[in-house]
């Protein structure tokens, strides 16, 4: 990973240009960065506030040898990786927010977005766009995010230097990775676990058509929640947003 590296002083997202990269044949590991983007782009079509000079901005393209039914996993396997990283240049862990999130205090340190290029039975690659707020203050955020949002820096008072953080973050990623790939994924699952601040919480599920309530138990394989009802029905999660009762 980081064998090869596209780095912009500015663009619009990492993400749309290492899509393009990767369907123009990128090798596997290419790292696209930017120090600021001007349409940074979050999960759920949302944006990303991505100011210049504050944060990591950068997407990865990965091409593991798996079918598509197995590409979700590789958003744990990045969950890990960078949690792992923080925690090794901080001092601070992070926990990890199902699906995605990295958060310190409650807060949003972290977001991840995995998108896939792949036919029927093969995955040609996976495009992972990592976001980590590293030397902002309050006042870099966007108003709106504010309440929700914190760096590295308001954490722990600390200036980091961006450039060692994303050479951890390369390496977990391919640490996580061979690892998934020698002793498949139940190892990258107990860490994941581990990490999550959603197993074991009351959670309140929001999806497009109905919110439900209960205990978050597991993930399956799949990266999909599992969630008990107070009536002990469990129920799949798939795609929602999360609050933590
Ligand atoms: C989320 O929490 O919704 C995911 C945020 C992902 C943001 C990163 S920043 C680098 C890459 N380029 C983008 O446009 N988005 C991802």
């Not at 393009?20 to 696209?32: C, D, K, L, Q, S």
Request: charged letters at 20%.
């Amino acid at each position: 990973i980081g064998r090869n590296i596209l780095y912009f002083p500015v663009c619009e997202s990492t993400q749309t240009i290492a899509s393009e990269e990767a369907r123009n044949g990128a090798p596997h590991g290419t790292i696209v960065i930017a120090e600021e983007q001007t349409a940074g782009r979050g999960r759920l079509e949302r944006a990303w506030d991505s100011s210049a000079n504050k944060g990591i901005w950068m997407s990865v393209i990965i091409r593991p040898k798996i079918s598509p039914q197995y590409a979700p996993q590789f958003t744990l396997v990045a969950a890990v990786a960078i949690t792992k990283a923080i925690e090794d240049l901080s001092n601070c862990t992070p926990e990890i927010k199902w699906p995605n999130d990295l958060l310190i205090s409650g807060k949003k340190v972290t977001g991840i977005l995995t998108e896939l290029q792949a036919d029927m039975d093969q995955v040609h690659s996976i495009i992972i766009g990592i976001g980590v707020n590293v030397n902002q203050s309050i006042k870099s955020f966007d108003e709106t995010v504010q309440s929700i949002a914190t760096s590295l820096k308001m954490e722990t008072g600390n200036d980091f230097n961006r450039a060692e953080l994303v050479a951890k973050i390369a390496y977990y990623i391919e640490k996580y990775t061979d690892m998934y790939v020698e002793n498949g994924f139940a190892p990258i699952k107990l860490l994941w676990e581990s990490y999550s601040g959603t197993i074991g919480k009351r959670i309140k599920a929001t999806m497009l058509t109905e919110t439900l309530e209960g205990v978050a138990v597991s993930i399956t394989n799949d990266g999909v929640l599992q969630l008990k009802l107070d009536n002990g029905e469990i129920k799949g999660i798939y795609s929602a947003d999360i609050d933590i009762m």
